[in-house]
């Protein structure tokens, strides 16, 4: 994210944020707007995509992205949002990173992940990574006091 045009809320710990195992939502020029679980990494988002998706055509087509990760809980006020922007690229899958993503959302004992996490993830040739380095980054604190 060092090119990164970064407009970020003073206080807003993007890492932290980013560590929690949140859902992304990742639109493109379809228009196409996707859930996926992501990584930050090396100041770039991470995501897996296979023959289970639609995504793996989408940044061949157009790599212009946007992505958003935000909370609202409502029992605190809290309301975090940050919004990502850039050209998306695709990799081959880093089982490594892959794992990373996957113990993220399911923990960290994979005998205990859902069969189709382990086999299509793995050994389907068509999974691949899907790497995001934003050119705008965008933290957002809109949280507000509860009466």
Not at 73 to 95: F, H, R
Request: hydrophobic share 45%; aromatic share 10%; proline share 7%.
């Amino acid at each position: 994210m060092s090119t990164a045009a970064a407009r970020i809320d003073a206080g807003f710990d993007v890492d932290a944020f980013l560590e929690r195992p949140l859902v992304a939502h990742v639109a493109s020029a379809g228009p196409s707007v996707r859930a996926v679980w992501f990584l930050w990494e090396d100041g770039a988002f991470w995501w897996l995509t296979g023959s289970w998706s639609g995504l793996p055509s989408i940044p061949k087509a157009d790599p212009r992205v946007a992505l958003l990760v935000d909370t609202c809980e409502l029992e605190t006020g809290d309301v975090l949002q940050l919004s990502a922007e850039g050209d998306a690229e695709i990799y081959q899958l880093d089982p490594g990173r892959a794992c990373r993503i996957l113990q993220r959302y399911l923990g960290v004992n994979a005998s205990r992940w859902p069969e189709r996490f382990k086999g299509s993830t793995f050994h389907d040739p068509a999974t691949r990574m899907i790497r995001l380095e934003p050119s705008s980054l965008r933290a957002r604190d809109l949280s507000y006091a509860l009466p």
